[in-house]
Structures are given as C-alpha cells and as structure tokens.
T-cell receptor, first 109, second 112 residues
Framework: SQQGEEDPQALSIQEGENATMNCSYK?????LQWYRQNSGRGLVHLIL?????REKHSGRLRVTLDTSKKSSSLLITASRAADTASYFC?????????FGTGTRLQVTL | EAQVTQNPRYLITVTGKKLTVTCSQN?????MSWYRQDPGLGLRQIYY???????DKGDVPEGYKVSRKEKRNFPLILESPSPNQTSLYFC???????????FGNGTRLTVT
C-alpha cells in the first residue's frame, strides 16, 4: 500500500490564522487525496488532486502537489474553531490507500 | 441520503467469541474496504473488495475474514477475536478505484 506521512504531527493556531500541513510519499501516484477526521468519527473527504494538477482550491482549502518532490500541502485559510480535527493525506487510488497518523489541528478562539 | 452504515457502534466481547461487524452502503459503490485505526499507527487496511465476489487482502488481514455476496454489504468477521484486535474499525466505500472514499462512523471494538 501507499502511505502518506503528514507533518507536523500537531499544530495549534488561533482562529483567523492560516494552517499549513504537509505530506510526503514514496512512490509515483495517479492522485492524492486529503481527508479530515473529527475525534473518533469516520474520515471525510476534502479534496482530490490528480498527478497532472499542481494546485486545487475548494472554499477555504488550497492543495498543492509537487510530484517531483513527492509532496503535497494543505492550506486552510482563515481558520475557525470548527476546523479542529485531524487531517490525513492519502496518495494513490482506492485499493492501495493507507492513512498515516495525520496532523492534529487545534484552532483556539 | 448517501450513507455508509456500520453496526454496532460499540462492542465489548471476550476472547474467542466469534463476531461480525456489518457494513452497508446505499450508493451502489463497487469498491468497499475495512480499516482499523490504532493510536500511533494510523489507519491500516484490512481487506478490500472491488466488486461482488471479489475480495483481496490489505496490509493487516490476519485474524479477519470478509465476504461480498451482494454489492451493498461487506461484513467483517472475526472468527476468534483476541485482545490485539481491540481497535476502532471503519468501513469505507468508493464509486471506483479512482474516486474518493466515503467512511462509516466506526465501530469501537474491545476484546477482553
């Protein structure tokens, strides 16, 4: 399976600030996905970026992909307390997806 | 409403007592899979299925069985549970190999 490694492991910011999370992976991919998990709940899909795309936006989310460096980043702009969650990157396709330990984001008021 | 339904949400059992965790989806998705989530280890894939009667091992299949007799259901069977199978389990589905996954709400299993 293909697994992404998220960095940092934990991130604490204040409401209104931007949050940036990074992901690295080891082998070539067709696409890369980002997911969010609220404490103990199922993961929720946020955004999918294909290997021929460099950047993708969805609302306050911005994802970049650098296939030459085998890395991706997720930027959450103007964060809110409701963004508090763990965030996971998942490189590859469905049958090969394994999720790392994620980045735990804490947004305080 | 599109749903992935897992049951039960919580389960406490004893070593060796066979159990089944059910997963059902109403989205006509071809792909279904099971994951377990443990602190410090992330989510690891147990088994997956690309379609009816087609299943394959993930990264941690030992001690588990699955079946895919119908497209909508993908039960996870623990024939003889052991304490090291205490974990949070998730079922996930996808429209295809290239599509995003939809997760159930999880089953927290404790084996004593």
């Amino acid at each position: 399976s293909q697994q992404g490694e998220e960095d940092p492991q934990a991130l604490s910011i204040q409401e209104g600030e931007n949050a940036t999370m990074n992901c690295s992976y080891k082998t070539s991919i067709n696409n890369l996905q980002w997911y969010r998990q609220n404490s103990g709940r199922g993961l929720v899909h946020l955004i999918l970026i294909r290997s021929n795309e460099r950047e993708k936006h969805s609302g306050r989310l911005r994802v970049t992909l650098d296939t030459s460096k085998k890395s991706s980043s997720l930027l959450i702009t103007a964060s809110r307390a409701a963004d508090t969650a763990s965030y996971f990157c998942a490189p590859g396709t469905a049958s090969k997806l394994t999720f790392g330990t994620g980045t735990r984001l804490q947004v305080t008021l | 409403e599109a749903q992935v339904t897992q049951n039960p949400r919580y389960l406490i059992t004893v070593t060796g007592k066979k159990l089944t965790v059910t997963c059902s989806q109403n989205m006509n998705h071809e792909y279904m899979s099971w994951y377990r989530q443990d602190p410090g280890l992330g989510l690891r894939q147990i088994y997956y299925s690309m379609n009816v009667e087609v299943t394959d091992k993930g990264d941690v299949p030992e001690g588990y069985k699955v079946s895919r007799k119908e497209k909508r259901n993908f039960p996870l069977i623990l024939e003889s549970p052991s304490p090291n199978q205490t974990s949070l389990y998730f079922c996930a589905t996808g429209q295809s190999e290239m599509a995003p996954l939809h997760f159930g709400n999880g089953t927290r299993l404790t084996v004593t």
